[in-house]
């Protein structure tokens, strides 16, 4: 298993797979991690394995998604996108460490092919994808780091380690339509703006800027 920062510097969005199943001690291992997170987070991250059907239909062609036979339905009550983002990326990092790859995914899959339950009241957000990959992904362009965030003066150095990874946090289409203000009190303001997904980006964002701070971060 890798350390995180190890993972969250060597994950790259991954769209082809191995024809392989998952192993059982990773499962298991993903397993349990998903029950926790589950249970911290009230959202539901249901881990389906061995189904190649949601990602072979046109938009997972079109995706560019090859043997894609594991993935996680995300679902839970409404209003919760940031959340979805945040503890989503908590499990698409895990997953880095113990040596598997994924890609979020809102739009390129068949959703009609979904075994998809909902509770009454129960929303569904997306899927990540999951397998081991046939390549590591690639680094791709992010914005300058000065596009993506306000600070008055000197910037500190826990609040640039944030910035450097909230720069590799991934978002829909790369759009990074996100801004992170660090206030005059210390305080740190996430923001984003109006685009396909922008508050689950935003809740990725604010996962990987806490791990890069590594410091109590306080939101206003
Ligand atoms: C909320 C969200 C939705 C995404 N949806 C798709 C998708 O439908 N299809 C796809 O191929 N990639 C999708 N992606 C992956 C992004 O294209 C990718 O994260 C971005 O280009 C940055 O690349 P990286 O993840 O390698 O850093 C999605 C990413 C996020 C965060």
Request: glycine letters at 8%; charged letters at 25%.
């Amino acid at each position: 298993m890798i350390d995180i920062d190890k993972a969250l510097i060597k994950r790259h969005s991954v769209r082809r797979y191995l024809d392989k199943p998952i192993e059982e001690q990773d499962l298991n291992l993903l397993k349990d991690y998903i029950n926790k997170v589950e249970k911290e987070s009230g959202i539901t991250f249901q881990l389906v394995t061995n189904e190649p059907k949601a990602f072979t239909g046109p938009l997972a062609h079109y995706g560019k998604f090859e043997s894609c036979s594991n993935y996680i339905i995300i679902k839970g009550p409404r209003g919760k996108e940031t959340d979805v983002g945040y503890f989503g990326e908590k499990i698409v990092i895990f997953a880095q460490q113990i040596g598997l790859n994924t890609c979020w995914v809102a739009l390129t899959y068949s959703r009609g092919k979904l075994d998809l339950k909902l509770e009454k009241g129960e929303k569904f957000y997306l899927l990540i994808s999951i397998g081991y990959g046939r390549n590591r992904g690639v680094p791709r362009k992010t914005k300058p780091m000065e596009a993506l965030c306000r600070v008055n003066g000197q910037m500190p150095e826990w609040f640039k380690n944030g910035m450097d990874y909230a720069m590799r946090a991934p978002t829909a289409m790369n759009q990074q339509k996100f801004l992170i203000t660090l206030n005059d009190d210390g305080t740190v303001s996430l923001k984003s703006y109006l685009a396909p997904c922008h508050k689950i980006d935003l809740g990725i964002v604010k996962y990987h800027f806490e791990l890069g701070a590594k410091v109590p971060v306080t939101y206003k």
